[in-house]
């Protein structure tokens, strides 16, 4: 489906012979069509380094895929339906046409009950937090283990893939930007090699296992009890982590909404039920991870940023990249601390690293 197609169908279409009257929500690689009581999310007909929409049977094939993974999580999946158009006028599931493309159907929620909304209206509270723990803690604990070793050269390219944005950083936030792309990575490799036997060690003890994938404050809604949402479903290897790389992006929200107390609070909440971190080297890796999850954010905040046709949100996707960029190195200049951590000392220990400001 085209661009101009896509606008049209926003307009025109109807879900059971009623006119959707639709709100249209875009990522990177989706269109969401948010309906008075359904959401539809169509995937962009890309083709990427790291997926493939870009023929309908593919789209097809992940749709099924994504509505079959994330029932694992909750169940506001409810179906894969297709896109028909006929004499001008579209239809979502019933009605005569052609296929042109399929959607993901979905109950639709409150977004205020979003995390990241949550998070940036202050709204987040420890309670939720230790929920949304013991949530993950429970999944996490029946997901399937892998024993596969990592691979520390495959760490390093996800990681050093952030010099891709070292000239956008250098052209629009000054050679200090592109000195921590470079720093990062340097950093980053040296971090690797130092720890390698440890990363491999705890995928032989169990902790790497096929899970979310892209469990970010953006695809969790605080409810009772938390509902999980969007799981990596085009390449099962990126959900083949370390549970801690799991965590590691939530916690690193927080940290960015200046909520160390609260990332404390989960990352402790986690760890009583699941024993995940073992001694001082692995809460050393997951401050890696937290890092690693810092510099997704960025290079998607560039991505975006290069793509923006309008000024405002152009400025903000920098803005935002600036303080991502700040954020890896603030954790870069993580102190370990003792390996015996009382609960009380807990909060102050893991907000050893400094946290980028919020842009103004």
């Known amino acids: 489906m085209r661009t101009e197609e896509l606008l049209d169908l926003k307009n025109n279409a109807y879900y059971n012979g009623i006119s959707l009257k639709a ?23 890309v083709k990427l380094g790291f ?71 202050n709204m987040l509270k420890i309670g939720h937090v230790r929920s949304l723990a013991r949530v993950i803690a429970k999944i996490h604990d029946k997901a399937e283990r892998v024993k596969s070793e990592i691979s520390i050269l495959k760490m390093n390219s996800l990681f050093n893939d952030l010099t891709k944005i070292e000239p956008l950083a250098a052209k629009y936030l000054g050679t200090g930007a592109r000195e ?10 040296d971090f690797l090699s130092k720890h390698a036997e440890r990363i491999h060690q705890r995928s032989n003890l169990g902790f790497v296992r096929l899970v979310h ?7 969790v809604f605080i409810l009772d009890p938390p509902v999980l949402f969007d799981c990596i479903e085009f390449d099962d290897s990126l959900r083949t982590i370390d549970v801690l790389s799991e965590i590691a992006f939530l916690a690193m929200d927080m940290e960015f909404y200046k909520q160390k107390g609260l990332s404390a609070s989960f990352i ?19 401050n890696y991870y937290k890092c690693y999850r810092a510099n ?5 905040l560039f991505i975006r940023a290069s793509e923006c046709r309008n000024k405002t949100e152009f400025t903000n996707n920098l803005l935002k ?21 009382e609960p009380r000392a807990l909060s102050a220990a893991l907000g050893s690293s400094d946290l980028a400001d919020n842009f103004q």
């Open 213 to 219: 994938g892209d469990l970010h404050s953006g695809n």
């Open 296 to 300: 997704i954010r960025a290079k998607v």
């Open 51 to 121: 997926l493939d929409f870009s023929t309908l049977p593919l789209r097809k094939h992940f749709c099924y895929r994504e509505y079959v993974l994330n029932r694992l999580y909750s169940d506001i999946y409810l179906g894969v339906l297709p896109i028909k158009k006929k004499n001008g006028t579209w239809h979502i599931g019933r009605g005569r046409g052609r296929i042109l493309d399929y959607a993901v159907k979905m109950k639709k929620m409150d977004f205020n009950t979003q995390m990241d909304i949550m998070l940036d209206t």
């Open 23 to 45: 709100n249209l929500i875009e990522t990177h690689i989706s269109w969401v069509l948010v309906g008075e009581e359904f959401v539809f999310k169509i995937k962009k007909p």
């Open 268 to 286: 402790y909440e986690y760890n009583l039920i699941t024993g995940a971190l073992l001694n001082k080297e692995d809460f050393e890796i997951l």
């Open 180 to 189: 921590i792309v470079k720093s990062s990575v340097a950093w980053s490799n």
């Open 321 to 341: 990249a600036r303080c991502y960029l700040n954020s890896i190195a603030n954790y870069m200049q993580y102190k370990p601390y003792p390996y015996k951590v």
